[in-house]
Each structure stands twice: as structure tokens, then as C-alpha cells.
């Protein structure tokens, strides 16, 4: 008993506690006293409801999950320690709460925070069975959870915040610069804090296509501000899951973020980018991206090299390049070069590693990175790295290009004799890059015995 008295009498809890409803009364009685309340205060309203709600929540459960029967660390989200209650798998197998793993995502992270692979996709799949566990263990416990926190965002959609998406959307249709601007600014924002404003995208059949009207009429001096709120607009719709099919569905969206990616402010091209990394997490959607001709901007983009798009330009190639077909066709499009060209002048070097692993297997890539001196680069990178994936990864091109292209075996022979540096990798390279490393040895000496022989 003494331990619950600490907990409900803690001096910071309590004060946090005192300062959110507080707030929350403040808040109440503008919205009540005014007739035209900012949206802002309505969710700031909402915002400390919730806060205040997790509060409480976090306080009761920290009583029974840190007591004598602790919280078993299997169903303790990797990234928050607490208990889950939305438990989700990643791409690498790896189970976290959603709204933690959400936030790593949407924050540019592109690997997974346990394992530190690189994510061949951003789908979160439920793991019901780590919940059912959870559940059944709560209810022997006598402990209640709450929704998870994306449900209760949700539910917090009000009809005057529908209301208020309507008229948004008429002013973005209205013919008024000044009030298009205004509207799009307002759900570039809304987009970005509330998930239930990214959900009333996809229970219209027009609203995306209205959303994006005054960038479909064809006028070339369309107000770069105006462009840009809305194109970044679309990346927050598409970051929802359930509206990804929805958004690359729409007929004029393609095209518009293709149009995006070559003009406009770098934000507007670089949150164009990113709108095409996000809905390239369905399959379906890669193939529609890469037919509508995507792939040649982003190459240029990523040529271009400006800072602030790279890594949105960079996800959105690994992405697509999974498949075939778009593997192809960015090869096609010069993309082999270009990414060596980045990776020799120390540009993202492990992202762009990757990328270039996956395009390596197609001949035209060989041969183009042939020309280009890539395997003495990517030799001199296995040997000042000390990261193991970057090592891997410039073994597996070398690997792809030691059994495509003979004319390089050559300089690998001369490079081992000398350096003796893929030795060195089948050593102690990881369990991929060890395989790699012996195969090519095993060529290059089966060569060197043919030749001694004849």
C-alpha cells in the first residue's frame, strides 16, 4: 500500500495533472463564451482532454505494471517500455505499439529501431496474437486499456470539425487566391496533427480531386505557397494507411506529384518526393507510380542533389526499385550512374548503397557501372568503412559484376593480390557479404588456375 501512495500523491504527476485541467477549463470557456471560436482552440481543447485522459491512465496502470506481478517484456512496446495496446508488426518481424513506431515513421526513419534493416516497406500489419495474449493477461490482472491512441483520435471528430473540412474545401474551389491560400494552409496543418482530418479525405469521392483543383487548371503561374500547401497536403493524407489505395487512385494525383517533383519550391519537390515513398508502400501503387513516368524526375532530383530532398528522393527509388519492372526502368532512366556518381562523392553512401544493390542484378547497370570506374570505388569504400551493411552491400554490386561483366576480373585479381581486401570481407563480413566475398574468390582463382594451366 505504501508504494500506491507514492505513485498517487507524486508531486509532478500531480501539478501536471492541475495544469491540464486548468487549460482544459480555459479552453472550454472560450469555446462556450465565443460565437467564433478558431479551430486552433478546438483542438487544443481536444489535445489536453486526451493528455489529460493518458495521464490518468498511465497513472492507475503504472500501479499494477510495476508491481509484484511486473508487465511481462514481451508485451512491453521496444520503443515506449510500456505496455502495448495497439501491437503491430514491422517489415523486418519486429512487434511495436502503433503510435510509437508511427512516430519513429514519420520521422524520416526508414530502418527498423531494433534491427537497423532497412525497411523494404512502412506497412504496419496487427499482431493479433500478441494482442489476444495481452488481452487475456490484462484480464487476469484487472487491468482495463484504453483504445489505442490513433482510435481515440478518430473519435474525436466532431460534426462542426466536418462542417468546417466543407468549407475548406469550398474556399479551395472558390476563385479567390487569397482564400485558396488560406485554405490550403489551414489543411496542410490539420492534416499533419489530426488523423481524423486525413480520414475525411477518404469518405469523398471529390474531395481529393477538389483539394487539388487550383493546381489542375492548367495555369502556369500558380503561387508557389498555394502549391506547395497543397502537395503537402497529399503527403499527410497518404501517410494514413487506409487512404494510400485511394490517393494514387485518383486520377489527377500522379500526375500532379510528377509535376511537383520538377517545379515548384525543393519543399514542394522534396514533400513531392516523400507523397510517392508513402503511397509506394502498396504494391500496386509502385507499378501505377512507375507507369505514369515518376522515375525520370526523381532521378533528376536526386542528380540535382540538394540537401533537403535527398533522403525523400532516396526512399522513394528503394521503394519503387523493388520490383521489377521499375527496377528496369530506372536503370533505364540513368539511374546506375547517378547513384554512383553520389555514393563516390560521399552522398548518403548507405541509403544509395542499397538502392544500387538492387539495380546491379539488371546488365545494363553492370555495364554502365563498369564504365564508370565503379569497382575500384566501391573496393576503397569496403576498405575505409567500418560499417558493416555499406560492406555487404558494395559486395553484393561487386559480386553481380565479377559474374556479368569479365572484363573486370582483372582489376578485382589485382586489387586482391595487393589489398587483399574481399578476403578480408569473407572472413569477417556478415553472414550475406562472407558468401558473396568467397564466391568471387572462388571465380577469380578458378580464372587465375585456368590461365596458369593454358
Known amino acids: 500500500m505504501a508504494k500506491t501512495g507514492v505513485v498517487m500523491t507524486d508531486p509532478v504527476v500531480v501539478a501536471k495533472a492541475s495544469e491540464l485541467k486548468k487549460e482544459l477549463r480555459r479552453l472550454v470557456k472560450n469555446i462556450v463564451d465565443e460565437d467564433d471560436s478558431r479551430v486552433e482552440t478546438f483542438d487544443r481543447a481536444n489535445e489536453a ?57 514519420k520521422e524520416g526513419n526508414r530502418t527498423c529501431p531494433q534491427t537497423q534493416q532497412v525497411l523494404s516497406h512502412t506497412l504496419l500489419t496487427p499482431n493479433y496474437l500478441v494482442q489476444n495474449m495481452i488481452s487475456q493477461w490484462c484480464k487476469n490482472q484487472g487491468i482495463e486499456l484504453p483504445d489505442s491512441l490513433q482510435d481515440s483520435e478518430d473519435e474525436a471528430l466532431t460534426q462542426a470539425d466536418r462542417q468546417h473540412f466543407e468549407s475548406l474545401i469550398e474556399k479551395i474551389l472558390s476563385q479567390s487566391i487569397s482564400e485558396q491560400k488560406v485554405a490550403a494552409k489551414e489543411l496542410r496543418l490539420l492534416t499533419k496533427r489530426m488523423p481524423s482530418f486525413r480520414a475525411l479525405f477518404g469518405m469523398s469521392a471529390d474531395a481529393i480531386p477538389h483539394l487539388l483543383h487550383p493546381l489542375s487548371t492548367g495555369k502556369i503561374d500558380i503561387h508557389p505557397d498555394l502549391q506547395e500547401d497543397l502537395i503537402t497536403t497529399v503527403l499527410n493524407l497518404s501517410i494514413h494507411d487506409s487512404n494510400k489505395k485511394l490517393v494514387a487512385e485518383t486520377p489527377v494525383v500522379i500526375p500532379l506529384l510528377i509535376d511537383s517533383l520538377k517545379y515548384g519550391t525543393i519543399e514542394t519537390r522534396s514533400n513531392a518526393a516523400a507523397a510517392f515513398f508513402t503511397l509506394s508502400a502498396l504494391d500496386s501503387n509502385k507499378t501505377l507510380i512507375g507507369n505514369a513516368g515518376a522515375l525520370k524526375p526523381l532521378i533528376d532530383l536526386l542528380d540535382e542533389g540538394h540537401p533537403l530532398a535527398m533522403k525523400d528522393v532516396a526512399s522513394a527509388l528503394f521503394n519503387l526499385c523493388i520490383i521489377h519492372e521499375n527496377k528496369a526502368k530506372a536503370v533505364q532512366e540513368g539511374a546506375a550512374v547517378v547513384i554512383l556518381k553520389k555514393i563516390m562523392n560521399h552522398v548518403l553512401v548507405d ?79 556478415t553472414s550475406r557479404a562472407k558468401r558473396k566475398a568467397n564466391a568471387i574468390l572462388e571465380r577469380l582463382n578458378r580464372i587465375a588456375l585456368i590461365t596458369h594451366t593454358a
Open 49 to 105: 482532454l486526451l493528455d489529460l485522459k493518458d495521464l490518468k491512465f498511465k497513472r492507475s496502470l503504472s500501479l499494477k505494471l510495476d508491481g509484484p506481478l511486473a508487465c511481462p517484456d514481451h508485451f512491453r512496446c521496444p520503443l515506449s517500455k510500456e505496455l502495448m495496446r495497439d501491437p503491430v508488426i514491422l517489415a523486418t518481424g519486429q512487434t511495436y505499439d502503433r503510435p510509437f513506431i508511427q512516430k519513429w515513421l
Open 351 to 429: 541509403e544509395l548503397l542499397t538502392i544500387l544493390a538492387m539495380l546491379s542484378s539488371h546488365q545494363r547497370a553492370i555495364e554502365e557501372l563498369g564504365e564508370h570506374g565503379a569497382v575500384p570505388g566501391l573496393l576503397s569504400i569496403v576498405r575505409e568503412t567500418t560499417c558493416a551493411r555499406t560492406k555487404e552491400n558494395c559486395i553484393v554490386i561487386l559480386y553481380n559484376i565479377c559474374f556479368n561483366d569479365r572484363t573486370k576480373w582483372k582489376v578485382m585479381r589485382e586489387e586482391e593480390d595487393f589489398n587483399g581486401t574481399i578476403s578480408e570481407l569473407a572472413r569477417n563480413g
